[in-house]
């Protein structure tokens, strides 16, 4: 890997969950552990090699248990908060993307509100919840109504006391004739809701106090 970047630089190497890799050593580490974190090492100091153009970058939930001498290798330590409120909003914008759905800006904003304390991942999870609602009304839908879409005749969920409700289920419905409901606010707010951060308190505070003592500013 090392040699390919020297080979096409200027080039980055990224390492995703580096604490996996680089872990503190201890006497029940396996042999091929070791071997790996030396190789790391020697690496990462371009002993013998040309390695300017090359940037190594790192990136760990859990910086304490790194290997030191790994630690003091990547020269910037910079901790990265959880997302705030418009990065929160804007993160729920680009998760559901393209998805169809009668979301506004306002709407966007009021999900970012209740996710305080979300991580990245945990509102891309929430919303991927939140895409399934349409087909879990289909699954649980016992009367189903016709509506006009396009000039065509299409069959969608609807409550029983609905005018034009049918009883069926949606294994009786063709396929090309099956109308999903839309996604609504109310499906992305159940999602978030019936969802936890995955990031609590004490990892956030163990997380500063670990960059205070080996942040950037104090390195």
């Not at 001498?69 to 680009?94: C, G, N, W």
């Not at 109310?186 to 500063?208: G, M, N």
Request: glycine share 6%; with cysteine.
């Amino acid at each position: 890997l090392f040699a390919m970047a020297r080979e096409n630089k200027p080039s980055i190497i990224f390492i995703d969950e580096v604490d996996a890799l680089c872990g503190s050593r201890d006497e029940g580490q396996s042999e091929a552990s070791r071997r790996i974190k030396t190789e790391m090492l020697v690496q990462m100091d371009g002993v013998g090699q040309d390695s300017r153009g090359v940037l190594v970058l790192g990136a760990t939930n859990i910086p304490w248990q790194l290997d030191n001498a790994i630690r003091r290798r990547f020269q910037r330590r910079v901790h990265i908060s959880l997302p705030d409120l418009p990065a929160r909003t804007k993160m729920f914008e680009l998760a559901v993307g393209t998805t169809p759905c009668d979301l506004a800006p306002a709407d966007y904003r009021k999900l970012g509100e209740l996710s305080e304390g979300y991580s990245g991942s945990d509102i891309s999870v929430a919303v991927q919840d939140a895409l399934m609602q349409p087909v879990r009304k289909i699954q649980m839908s016992t009367h189903y109504k016709k509506v006009e879409v396009d000039g065509a005749e299409k069959l969608t969920p609807c409550s029983p006391g609905d005018k034009g409700a049918i009883e069926m289920s949606w294994t009786e419905v063709d396929s090309d004739a099956l109308l999903e409901p839309p996604l609504l606010l109310k499906d992305f707010i159940k999602a978030v809701k019936s969802s936890r951060p995955t990031v609590s308190q004490e990892d956030i505070k163990r997380s500063e106090e670990w960059t205070a003592e080996f942040g950037s500013e104090g390195a």
